[in-house]
């Protein structure tokens, strides 16, 4: 492809060298994937600078580069091209590449702290259940119709993104739902994208390891449907504080679901169970396999969004009643003694509150809780306390352990975890380094009736220590420690 034709749309600065007859091989940002003919895109990385790596991009056979500061010497067989920001360059420049394919599909994109993944999977379920060609960008998985690609990220780099997005269009795909990171919007991963809807479910404390403060933390997940166009659609939670700021500057429509305040979309929980709830929402009753007052504002959510995307309303209630939590969120399984598991990938404050909240209001007086749990290294370290004291006023055990520590010392993550604990607290506290061994631990303190809930890891498949990931599932440790199958879900 010509590198005249890539740079359609994109602000440029100053071009030096002959931009005319250039030929474009592939697109790099990782200067160690260069090759004859590519195009180097030199991006200022959290931690690397590609700008640091341009001469051995020369060596490799680059013909050209986008960047952001010209070298002092440059090369007179290479085309520089001067942008403000290389990573909004890349955005418009990937998206050319592949063919603009966000334009030849719906899409809709899922931000907020909590929620994001549920939604997104659900949303996939249910397309998919209504006969429509679906696919789906999500921390869990990459999907295409039913093929799985599996991801490493929430949100992929704008080269990734858009070569998927191509693959689904050449698949056929007429849907894709998407998870969209802070740190996505951030780094200008979506920002050429052409969305036709945005879904906001709530804003918590989180990420503070990357954004300096809770306010550019918001102002960043704002920036997503204020760069919406005025066909799209918004929906915002209206029940989170910031659910009305977040749509403040759109020109999009704005779209409100509330399950406590009036809105477009309103919901009721009627009943809760852990094998499922009874919901009311726009006035008709529906029983759904999924549990919990966050979970009844992520269906409404998806609700929403398949009503705002033209679906009928009795297809929808239809297939939203069958449909499965997404994989790590409240799996729910439970032995011959009655023993329940639950493994949850909750790792915030708020999805603390939310899980054993839903937790405790269906479970007897006479039955104990237990939570296993560990706070993840190199991570924002300042909700580490505050989730160790929820867990101890709202559980009757808690089995503090590892969850991917990182390139940090254990000890020091528990220090931090159990710094502000009052004595009641600290008798409930129980410090197991090992995970297999802290679960296997919590499954023997359980009785008939009792609840043991792993919290944090979900859906991974991996404990991250120093670098090197090894293999651990909460879902496998916790079914072998209670003596059952993985086919035995609730």
Not at 101 to 129: E, H, R
Not at 430 to 446: E, F, G, S, W, Y
């Amino acid at each position: 492809m010509k590198l005249s034709e890539l740079l359609y749309g994109v602000s440029i600065k100053e071009v030096v060298g002959d931009i005319s007859n250039i030929s474009i091989n592939k697109l790099e940002f990782d200067s160690r994937e260069v090759g004859k003919s590519d195009l180097f895109i030199a991006i200022k990385g959290v931690t690397v600078d590609g700008h640091d790596f341009i001469d051995s991009c020369i060596e490799n056979g680059v013909n050209s580069i986008i960047l952001e500061k010209l070298p002092e010497n440059r090369n007179k067989d290479i085309c520089y091209v001067l942008v403000e920001d290389s990573s909004i360059a890349m955005s418009i420049i990937a998206s050319n590449y592949y063919g603009n394919p966000s334009m030849k599909l719906k899409l809709v994109g899922v931000t907020g702290t909590n929620g994001k993944t549920t939604i997104a999977t659900l949303l996939y379920q249910l397309f998919s259940d209504l006969g429509y060609p679906t696919a789906l960008l999500s921390t869990i998985e990459n999907k295409i119709g039913d093929r799985t690609i599996q991801s490493t990220h929430t949100t992929g780099d704008s080269l990734q993104i858009n070569q998927l997005l191509s693959q689904m269009v050449d698949e056929g795909c007429e849907y894709c739902f998407m998870e969209v990171s802070s740190h996505a919007i951030h780094q200008n991963r979506v920002s050429n994208l052409v969305f036709d809807g945005g879904i906001f479910t709530n804003i918590t404390h989180e990420h503070l390891d990357y954004h300096n403060t809770f306010s550019e933390y918001i102002s960043i997940k704002k920036k997503f449907f204020d760069d919406l166009e005025k066909d799209a659609f918004s929906i915002s939670n209206k029940d989170d504080k910031n659910g009305k700021q977040m749509l403040a500057n759109t020109i999009s429509r704005k779209v409100y679901y509330s399950l406590k305040s009036m809105a477009d979309y309103k919901c009721k929980l009627l009943e809760s169970r852990l094998d499922g709830m009874l919901l009311n929402i726009q006035n008709n009753e529906i029983w759904v396999k999924i549990i919990g007052e966050f979970n009844a504002y992520n269906l409404l959510a998806i609700y929403a969004t398949a009503i705002e995307l033209g679906i009928d309303q009795n297809e929808v209630f239809e297939k939203i009643s069958l449909l499965n939590p997404a994989e790590g969120r409240f799996h729910t399984v439970r032995n011959s003694k009655n023993i329940t598991g639950i493994v949850d990938y909750m790792h915030t404050p708020d999805a603390y509150e939310n899980v054993l909240s839903t937790i405790n209001k269906i479970r007897n007086n006479t039955e104990k809780l237990i939570i296993v749990f560990g706070c993840g290294g190199d991570r924002d370290a300042e909700k580490r306390p505050v989730m160790t004291s929820i867990a101890a006023n709202m559980s009757d055990q808690v089995i503090i352990t590892e969850d991917n520590p990182r390139t940090e010392k254990l000890e020091d993550i528990i220090k931090d975890m159990t710094k502000d604990l009052d004595p009641v607290q600290k008798n409930k506290i129980l410090i197991i380094n090992d995970r297999k061994q802290a679960i296997k631990t919590a499954c023997a303190l359980a009785n008939d009736g009792d609840i043991v809930l792993l919290a944090g890891k979900g859906h991974e498949k991996y404990q991250d220590v120093d670098g090197v990931k090894y293999p651990f599932d909460d879902v496998k440790e916790l079914t072998e420690s209670l003596n059952i199958n993985t086919e035995n879900v609730i």
